[in-house]
């Protein structure tokens, strides 16, 4: 409410009258009443995509109401219901900047990526991110947020896992739970995606994820319940590809079975954009909107209903479904939008959110905080990306912001003297890559435009790091305190990452080695910042540098929160949320990954009849339940960095757990100290190892709930309490359609991360088995990773 609002309000109260506003309901069945069969299916379906077939995937795009916006719904103007407003994305808000006539702009502050906000491990903190950018979708006359997105980082090179948050469904399912709730507070929908099982982007639209009942279950489907019960999203974005045999926007077992009848859920289900085949089976399945819409599933609907293949009473439902998410709409209720969202309070809230969603690596010898004052500090910047910051990555995560901080702006703004001869050297560097880069698309473009304009959605490929020879570099250190090197990575839609963007390349890794080299004879430190959006190869490089910082991509405002961390304004508290492995083949995933596939940019020949390429048009999940760190802590591997892990420019000592063991929950408590200098938080993460886990084919631990401490002064403690159900120590028995619980005693971990447990403790747990409905099942026959 803005000011205005709250002052006549305040006047209306204090005259004894309610000023709460008035809400308009439909009369749903009275709707019904009056629309025709070819009414409800229009209705059912969007606006549809001009110069779209609908046989690819696209970034959806509207002209309607918010030019820049994903879609619309159907208008049914004669009754009243308005179209609504559907708009990307997770990272915030994606409409046009620039109007055709319309001189003002419409920027929205690009936040950060759902890996950064996931890696805060602090649900508070992501709800306020949920509130400022819902503020902006309010105010920009949105309705709909299509996110968050919560699928499952399977394996490093999903193209889109900058989008999600975490290998681990408890910590996906909570920060998506917040996210939600945030957003939503302001009084506006969110579209919790992709459901289910879209773990990579080569031929999304059609392949075939095929995954055991129980895997589905623990894996990929937990953190959609998990946030569906915490935090009830207005909608459901159903996913492109199928699962076990079926398209998941035309599965009932998926959107009705599972996602109604067991998780209860009440809300509508919409397609992505141009999901699946039949509209008239997408009805029957419980998908209610088709988005965004085409003439072949509204001609599939209506004769759907005319031959009996479809009963007109399940699309009835749909359409009911539909106006019950208008109803809450800001457009259908009246709400009068300003155009005019506070940006300059969402940056600050940018700024702050991201410096604690970064994850310190590595900080030999307390090389951060940079220890002297930023105006008596010369420091010199290398890497591309130091000079041309990442905000985020591509595609419909993508946001149209006014500006992006790069590292040098950052730290400059924080007064540190940054080399201007380096500096004017990589501009000119990257001046010049950039315009190379835009003549192959010109030129891409005369040859095929359609291709041209696919790749427009693409990641541009980031320059090669330039060479610097070795007098300069050592003049460079004569005349520095410090050395940052910054390595970029950006992905996105329609394309996974390759295993040359995994590994660094040549010129990145002599660039390390020559900076470490140099400066260290000279007495100098150096630090290694990563502007990632997914996992990159550190084992064999990361013993030279003094320091790592994960900044992950922080959005618009990224130079300056890396500086906030980097002079100690701010002390990082971020934990890693998927395990870094040693080398990409070590994941289990990538024997069933699509590893360096080019993408066919027409797409039409994926997914065609006849075609079975494995990992392409199907793919086997044979690690199953062991992902991530399930399968590298259960089966010895060894890692680069564990799940959970994360240093701080203080120190924590964990003391006096205590369990407290009921039949239907376990609290655990732990008290952590501040045992350091300087202020700080901890993330405590809570484990729990279930009896006879190798011979019952269990991982030998599974993260169960996590808190994060206040920011502790030194010497400062807190007392954090986790609690667990009982219920949720159950896995899924593919045998028995249920989620059993054996009965035994359970060690309970408490852990800085899944291999740094500070203490153990036990409790007698009583078996228990609820029933589930056997759905789901694969129809492939493959072999599926087991420990015993």
Known sequence: ?????????????????????????????????????????????????????????????????????????????????????????????????????????????????????????????????????????????????LAPAVNIHRNPLNGRNFEYYS??????????????????????????????????????MNNDARISQRAIREIYLKPFEIAIKEADPWTVMSS???????????????????????????????????????GAVQMWAGNDMLQPGKAEQFTSIVEGVKTGKLKEADLDRNVERILNLIEKTPRYQGYKYSNKPDLKAHAAVTRQSATEGMVLLKNEAQTLPIATKA??????????????FIAGGTGSGNVNHAYVVSLLDGLKNAGYQVNTDLQKQYTAYIAKAKAEAKAKIEAMVKKDKRAAMVAMFLP?????????????????????????????????????????????????KQLISQVCDVYHKAGKKVIVLLNIGGVIETASWKDMPDAILCAWQAGQ???????????GKASPSGKLTMTWPVNFADAHSSKNFPIDK???????????????????????????????????????????????????????NYSDAKVDAKADAISVTVTVKNVGKAEGKEVVELYVAAPNSKQLNKPAKELKAFAKTKSLKPGESETVTLTVKTADLASFSDDASAWKVDAGKYELLIG????????????????????????????EKFNTLKRN
């Open 167 to 204: 290998e681990d469904p408890v910590v996906a399912g909570k920060t998506a739970a917040a996210y939600i709730r945030g957003i939503q507070s302001n009084g506006v929908g969110t579209s919790i995606k992709h459901f289910a099982f879209n773990n990579q982007e080569t031929n999304r």
């Open 1 to 145: 409410m803005r000011t205005k609002d709250l002052l006549t309000c305040a006047l209306i109260t204090s005259l004894g009258i309610s000023c709460a506003p008035q809400v308009k309901n439909i009369d749903k069945q009275d709707i019904l009443g009056k629309l025709s069969l070819e009414d409800k299916a229009h209705f059912v379906i969007g606006t549809g995509m001009a110069g779209m077939s609908g046989n690819d995937a696209v970034i959806g795009a509207t002209k309607s109401l918010v030019p820049g916006a994903a879609g619309t719904t159907y208008p049914l103007d004669s009754l009243g219901i308005p179209a609504i407003v559907l708009a990307d994305g997770p990272a915030g808000l994606r409409i046009d900047a620039h109007r055709k006539g319309d001189s003002a702009t419409y920027f929205c502050t690009h936040f950060p990526i759902g890996t950064l906000l996931a890696s805060t491990w602090n649900q508070q903190l992501v709800e306020e991110v949920g509130k400022a950018m819902g503020e902006e979708v309010k105010e920009y006359g949105a309705d709909v947020l």
């Open 598 to 652: 080019t993408p066919d940019l027409n797409l039409t020949n994926q997914g065609k009849a006849g075609n079975n390429e494995k990992d392409v048009d199907y793919t086997n999940y044979e690690e199953d339940i062991y992902v991530g760190y399930r399968y590298f802590d259960s089966f010895d591997k060894e890692v680069s960095y564990p799940f959970g892990y994360g240093l701080s420019y203080t120190q924590f």
């Open 752 to 779: 800085a991360s899944s291999r740094d447990i500070k203490a153990t403790l036990a409790a007698d747990v009583k078996a228990q088995e609820t029933k589930a409905n056997n759905v789901l099942q694969p129809k």
């Open 557 to 567: 405002e990224g130079g300056n929160s890396v500086a906030d961390v980097l002079s």
């Open 460 to 508: 541009s490929a980031l320059p090669a790091e330039m060479s610097i020879e070795q007098a300069q570099m050592e003049q460079q250190a004569r005349l520095s305190d410090v050395a940052i090197i910054t390595l970029g990575r950006i992905s996105g839609e329609f394309v996974d990452r390759k295993v040359a963007d995994f590994n660094l390349s040549t010129e990145e």
């Open 375 to 388: 105006a008596d500090t010369k420091v010199a910047l290398y890497g591309c990306t130091s000079y041309d």
């Open 240 to 278: 492109y590809n199928k699962i076990n045999g079926t398209y998941t926007s035309e599965s009932k077992d998926l959107l009705t079975t599972i996602l109604r009848d067991e998780w209860g859920y009440k809300g509508t289900v919409m397609t992505d954009w141009f999901g699946g085949k039949d």
